[in-house]
């Protein structure tokens, strides 16, 4: 990373500040905020250093939300919602935590040597693929084919963009900070633009003469070649060229107008409440990073420098008019709160965010590793779906992620079996085989009006088991709305999930389908992010802490699916 040495050492914060030009390693740290290598430093980086930490208002543990101090409902609560604040609605960033698919120690064994075939049905970005390639044991030496698929053609081309940084690089350092900026910072380096508008740029450009003379609505495929991996994207010809245009800042865009531009849809006033209440849910270090995120949009530690980030990321801004993510998005939400916490790291022990930067980098080198060490040909794809069988050949999958079009307001978990299930091998070819299904809103549907009146009561009750309840400030006191916010951590989502599949006829679906769904799974969690401990074990009001102030609800369901 741009604010690493190469011993992966974070720079002192006092680099590129006030005129400075500290190089040595960042080791003593502040209580919240920055690392230095020393107090000379500190003090000549103070005029910053006391704005982000003495002078921050939200590193002050008696913090309350704007709508509190003014005595005013908050807009979340009355009023016009401003639910679809950004119509753009754009997802480059996944809004639940990455899993590796394959977790082959606990189904076909470390050492699983057959090939393997993985489709990830409406991938989103890329996450759960990284997690998976990066936790494949050593002794694992299968081929592999890995189909990503998204209805969307930008987040299927900052894909590719993505896997081509990974493949073209041979230093794994390199090629992790150009995927972490690509992917998750608003504004990149010039060494990085250089790579986008060069070796990006130029296999991008040879497929674009190649269809100058086609109809817009061509598709066309093309593989490249690295060695013993391989890439194919296949795209339709408008989309080859909105793809060559991502790589280039669009004309006319400063620096200075793409983040206006940013922050009036990131620190827009009209949602202050909505930030309010999320960052009242978190701890003061939290909040203040994730501000800090916002203010500047690039994913460094809270201290570290960011001078060097001085070109409007060109596969996000991809206008002079518009930001294309809704306001809450967030790169933590791809990621395990609970493991950003604790990851070993030289970023301080308050900054989320720089400790995420560290994740990240620890778990893409791993991927980069796996990639310069393994067979593997993937396959980018562009279509709805339920067309997937049209597009994957003769190939059949060992693992299957559809992400949560099994939802009932998109596919719904009928038709996911019924398009994707044949694309599943059989126990026969292999007994692992699964389908991996993801509910978001299963428990929200069930738990309707009449639901909620029943477990009101119950619900808070056991809230405060887990906080600290404390007497009201005034009407719209930030603790009770909170505290309200957190009884679907603590809701029977047993319960509320048996009474969707009965409204779902999910029995009738394993008849239909010759399909069943595993009662013990074998790769992640049936509940992963529900509060695991009860109130009265030790860490348990941490571990509720921690889900509250992460912006998950708990009621996050997976299903496995295999053959029968």
């Known amino acids: 990373m741009a604010t690493m040495l ?32 020393g107090k000379n430093c500190q003090k000549a980086h103070w005029k910053t250093h006391i704005r982000d930490c003495r002078k921050n208002p939200l590193l002050d543990p008696n913090w309350r939300p704007a709508w509190e101090t003014e005595n005013r409902e908050p807009a ?28 082959l120690a606990g189904n076909e064994g470390a050492n699983y040597n057959r090939d393997l075939n993985l489709l990830f049905a409406a991938s989103g970005d890329i996450r759960n693929c990284v997690m998976t390639l990066a936790s494949i044991p ?44 690509l992917w998750y910072s608003s504004f990149i380096s010039q060494s990085l633009y250089d790579t986008l508008n060069g070796k990006i740029r130029q296999l991008v450009q040879e497929v674009c003469k190649k269809i100058e003379g086609k109809a817009s609505g061509t598709v066309l495929g093309k593989t490249w070649t690295f060695g013993s991996r391989s890439l194919r994207l296949v795209l339709a010809k408008n989309q080859w060229l909105e793809l060559l245009a991502s790589l280039e800042v669009p004309r006319g865009l400063t620096a ?19 930030r309010h209440r999320r960052y009242f849910a978190q701890p003061p270090g939290g909040r203040a990073s994730a501000e800090k995120f916002r203010e500047h949009g690039i994913l460094v530690p809270f201290g570290a420098p960011r001078n060097s980030f001085t070109i409007p990321n060109p596969t996000l801004f991809r206008d002079t008019e518009s930001w294309p993510l809704k306001d809450d998005a967030d790169p933590i939400n ?67 992620e559809v992400a949560n079009i099994t939802d009932a307001g998109y596919l719904g978990m009928g038709q996911t079996l019924l398009y994707m299930g044949p694309l599943l091998k059989q126990p026969s070819d292999n007994r692992h085989a699964t389908l991996v299904a993801l509910f978001l809103n299963a428990v929200d549907e069930i738990f309707d009006d009449s639901e909620k009146r029943k477990a009101i ?47 779902h006829h999910f029995d009738m679906l394993c008849e239909l ?11 992640i969690e049936a509940w992963p992010l529900k509060v695991k401990k009860r109130p009265h074990q030790k860490g348990a009001k941490e571990e509720f802490a921690t889900l509250l102030s992460s912006g998950d609800s708990g009621c996050e369901r997976y299903m496995e699916w295999r053959f029968k």
């Open 6 to 37: 190469l011993d992966g050492s974070l720079i002192c914060a006092n680099s590129g500040h006030d005129g400075s030009t500290c190089t040595q390693a960042g080791k003593f740290e502040c209580n919240y905020c920055h690392l230095y290598c």
């Open 76 to 103: 979340f609560m009355g009023g016009p919602r401003l639910q679809h604040f950004n119509f753009k609605k754009k997802y480059p960033w996944g809004n639940m935590p990455a899993f590796d698919v394959l977790n």
């Open 138 to 181: 050593d002794g694992c030496k299968s081929h592999m084919k890995v189909f990503l698929n998204d209805r969307d053609a930008d987040v299927v081309g900052r894909n590719a963009i993505i896997l081509l940084l990974a493949l073209i690089e041979d230093d794994a350092n390199v090629a992790a900070d150009n995927i972490i900026h």
């Open 256 to 274: 200075e107008r793409a983040q206006d531009i940013r922050r009036s849809v990131a620190l827009a006033p009209e949602r202050v409440d909505f």
């Open 334 to 400: 791809g990621y395990r709160l609970d493991k950003i916490k604790v990851f070993p790291c030289d970023a301080p022990a308050n900054d989320l965010y720089g400790k995420l930067s560290f994740l990240l980098k620890d778990l893409i080198t791993r991927f980069h590793r796996r990639l310069q060490n393994s067979n593997i040909q993937f396959h980018l794809l562009n279509v709805n779906a339920q067309d997937l069988q049209n597009y994957t050949g003769q190939v059949m999958f060992d693992r299957i």
């Open 457 to 503: 009561s119950r619900d808070i009750q056991e809230v405060w088991k887990y906080m600290d309840p404390k007497p009201p400030t005034g009407p719209y006191d930030a603790g009770i709305i909170v505290s309200d916010i957190a009884t679907q951590q603590v809701r029977d989502v047993d319960k509320y999930f048996d009474m969707y599949m009965k409204l």
């Open 513 to 523: 389908s010759g399909m069943e769904f595993k009662r013990k799974p074998t790769i």
